[in-house]
């Protein structure tokens, strides 16, 4: 599994930039049309790459993880030219509606909310943890030592909603809310932590392991909304082609190879589309 970046250029994701691919030989016939694609022959991609080690800019301002590897992956077998738009993730789902891109690829959270305004693609298994300071000065074992701390978290995002949620919880019991502060994106979150300025990161599991593996921050409560993450289309076409090639992924075992490389969870149910007709 990869054990570095650097957090200072996962910043470079707070901007909107472009990354060009070199051009793949086309010399098969692409999959999918250019009618229900955004530029001709090429899939373009948008990504967050600020949690590694799923996606992730390496020290070179490379893009890099298993998400980018997956997409690589996706539009070499759809024949299609691979693009990718670096963006925060507050800007991605109105990105997709207003046509800026063909697919989100950044591991969102599947729900039944999202999947009626979208085609939503369910590819992996994932879930929100919480990391603390390095050591745990704190001693947090559990929610409710999260009762009046405060807690970073990237804005916008399933992990957000959850965050609240908890904090919901906790006043419910008769303890103290949360204390949340919002950020652009996850590599800021934890540049918080790391100064003081918060005591606690809610962020997706498999990121808090890869800082926990590093020395960084423990994850100190995990496991927590186990919830499918999808890939994203505004067109249904588009969707159904990406479904079939993970199918296709899966009965070579190219997609169990690739999650296994990263640790990461895999879907177990049947790759296909979820989203208004």
Known sequence: MIRRTILGVALGAMALSTVATPAM???CTPRVPDSELIKSRTLVMSIN???PPLQFVNAQGQLQGLRYELGMEVARRLCLTPEW?????SAMIPGLAARRWDMINTGTFYTEARAQIMQMLRYENQAVALSSARGNPLNIRSVDDLA???VGVEIGGFEEARTRQISQELVAKGLR???????DNFAIAFQALRAGQVEAVTSVDAVAAEYDQRGDFPRVIHGLFPTPAS???????????VAQVLTEMKADGA???LFDRYGANKWTG????VGPQ
């Open 25 to 27: 030989a086309q010399s």
């Open 49 to 51: 790459p600020t949690l």
């Open 85 to 89: 738009v670096r963006i925060e993730f």
């Open 148 to 150: 009046g701390r405060t």
């Open 177 to 183: 809310a949360i204390n949340i502060r919002t950020f």
């Open 231 to 241: 890939l994203n289309f505004r067109s249904r076409v588009l969707g159904n082609a």
């Open 255 to 257: 997609y169990d190879a």
């Open 270 to 273: 049947a790759f296909e589309i």
